[in-house]
Structure formats: structure tokens, C-alpha cells
């Protein structure tokens, strides 16, 4: 078996691709230690064409070619045509640490923990552009072992780009990413924590996050589709706090998370929707996917739990000036 395979879905990044994948090729692994699955989702632009002679170059190259249907089923292609013991999903746009694979991939194997967790730079197009990530640190690396509850009620990101996941454990519990939605790390990563039972957190430094242009989770992009997809991947995390399988704990922890989700949501509707209608609809629809949603944790979770169920716009205005916004 493999050791590793690299699963990217490629969808229209024509200016940060190459360098994604100049990144995974500085990492001094054994080609024949790994597998890169490149699941193009269909784009229309020059992506594929500015990686043709990396891919031709490299033996270890899958490339899986789709029509168009989003990065959740080209990660569900990835994982299903995958043969490495571990699996790592950066996304196309970002760039992984050079030398930063092989210590934490040594580890998954010595150990075999269902996850491992590392950490992750920040960094703007400038400062990529300038290579400034060739000038980056290891820190003194510390490393925790814990359970997946554990990590649920520490960790309040739900990347799915800066972990080792085990193959055979994401395949025996039927985890899947929701087709046709952004947002879909945060029922994923959820749904995985709940089932893992040895998971490593480590301040090892994986990934280049790159901020500052047009994405998913960049909040100036945000419409009312994104909308529709969040609310659709909070609906999805809340239905897991309702398995009576798991512990009253492990449903507090989940309901904590989505408190900031729900919050983020709430934010972005008033933030970067103008139109009260649009605003109303957009707070409805999360209602009808999750008509059971509440937090009630203190007295003004309660008050403002009665207010989004009974007066919604009444609601989003006191939020609107709480937060300083229009």
C-alpha cells in the first residue's frame, strides 16, 4: 500500500495552481511512497495547462477529469479512487510548507492515529509572491495525543486542508463531503471528530493559507448562494448533535462550535447583504433546513432565540446595531 496520497480538486485557479503544486514536490518524499489524485472539476480556464509538464514529469500523477460539480464530489472522487494509507486534501489555491509532510506522515504511520492535526501560516499573495514561505521556521514542535471529542471541544476550525486523515478510517465510517454546497468542512470535519478515537494536535506547520482573494471563505465574496450552502452545513452539523448515540457532552461541544458558525452567518447576512427581504429570506431558509436550531445557553441566547423564531426582522435589527452595522 501506499503511503500517502495527495487528493487537490482543481476548479478555475489558474494564477495559484502551479505554485500549489511546485509545493508538493518540495517535500523529499519517495515518489513511489505517494500518490497525487488531481480531480479536475471541470474548469474552463488555463488551470491544467499551467501544470501539464509537472504532471508529465511525475509518475505518481493521477488526474481524474469531471464535469463541473463542485469541490465536495471531486474530494469524494479523490477519496474513492485513493490507495494511500493516509490522506491529505490541500486546497489548489494554497501552498504546503516545504519539508513539512515527511515528519508528520512518519508519524501517522509509526502510530496510527485516525487524524493528526498541524497548524498553518497565513500569508497574502505579496508575501507568497516574494517567497517569504522559504524563509519559515519549524517551531519547536510539541505534539498531543487526544480523542476526537477532544479536539471537537478545543479546536473551533473546521479546515479539512491541514490534516492526515487514515484512509481505512474515513472509508469504514461512510464519510463523505455534502454535494453541491461550499462550507463543506464544517459537517465533515464534525462528523469525523465525533467517530475518531486517537487523534494527534501538533504545532508542526503544514500549510500556506492564502488570504486576500476571492474564495469560498473570503466573507467580501459573500452571496446569497453562499448563503444558502452555510446554512445548509449548519443544518447538517446540527443534526449530528441529535444522535442519541452520542453523549451529552460531545452534543454541548457541537452546539459550542456552531454557536460561532450561526454567529458568522448572522454576520455576513447584514454585513454584505443590503436588501431587508433578501436579509428575512436568507434567516428563513435556515430555519426550514433546521427548524429545531436553538442556543440557549444564557439569558441572552434565550432572549435572542425567542426573537429570530418569532420576529425575525425585529431580530436581525438589534443585531445589526449590537454589531455596529447597517
Not at 462550507?183 to 501538533?202: G, N, S, V, W
Request: charged share 25%.
Amino acid at each position: 500500500m501506499l503511503k500517502l496520497s495527495i487528493i487537490v480538486p482543481v476548479y478555475n485557479v489558474e494564477p495559484y495552481i502551479r505554485p500549489c503544486f511546485e509545493s508538493i514536490f518540495k517535500q523529499g518524499l519517495d515518489e513511489d511512497d505517494y500518490e497525487v489524485i488531481i480531480v479536475n472539476d471541470g474548469s474552463t480556464d488555463k488551470s491544467m495547462d499551467m501544470i501539464a509538464d509537472i504532471i508529465n514529469q511525475h509518475k505518481n500523477i493521477t488526474v481524474i477529469n469531471q464535469e463541473n460539480q463542485g469541490l465536495s464530489v471531486a474530494r469524494n472522487n479523490g477519496i474513492a479512487a485513493s490507495k494511500g494509507e493516509y490522506i491529505l486534501m490541500p486546497d489548489s489555491d494554497d501552498l504546503l510548507i516545504e519539508s513539512s509532510i515527511p515528519p508528520l506522515l512518519k508519524t501517522a504511520l509509526e502510530t496510527k492515529v485516525d487524524i493528526i492535526v498541524a497548524d498553518y501560516l497565513m500569508m497574502n499573495n505579496y508575501e507568497i509572491d516574494q517567497q517569504q514561505y522559504n524563509k519559515i521556521k519549524q517551531p519547536y514542535i510539541s505534539t498531543k495525543e487526544m480523542t476526537g471529542v477532544e479536539l471537537l471541544k478545543e479546536i473551533k476550525a473546521c479546515y479539512v486542508w491541514n490534516k492526515l486523515y487514515r484512509r481505512d478510517f474515513l472509508l469504514q465510517n461512510h464519510f463523505s463531503f455534502i454535494p453541491g454546497i461550499r462550507f463543506q468542512d464544517i459537517p465533515f470535519t464534525h462528523e469525523c471528530y465525533i467517530k475518531a478515537q486517537r487523534c494527534l494536535k501538533t504545532n508542526s506547520l503544514l500549510n500556506i493559507y492564502r488570504r486576500g482573494h476571492s474564495s469560498t471563505s473570503d466573507p467580501n465574496s459573500f452571496n446569497a448562494q453562499k448563503a444558502h450552502d452555510l446554512s445548509t452545513a449548519i443544518a447538517a452539523t446540527w443534526e449530528l448533535s441529535k444522535n442519541k448515540q452520542i453523549a451529552p457532552d460531545i452534543k454541548e461541544a457541537i452546539k459550542n462550535n456552531l454557536l460561532g458558525t450561526y454567529h458568522n452567518y448572522i454576520f455576513r447576512i447584514l454585513k454584505y447583504t443590503d436588501d431587508p427581504s433578501v436579509r428575512i429570506e436568507l434567516l428563513r431558509d435556515l430555519s426550514k433546513k433546521a427548524p429545531d436550531l436553538h442556543f440557549t445557553g444564557n439569558i441572552y441566547q434565550c432572549i435572542g432565540y425567542l426573537l429570530y423564531r418569532m420576529a425575525p426582522r425585529l431580530y436581525l435589527t438589534i443585531i445589526s446595531k449590537h454589531w455596529g452595522l447597517k
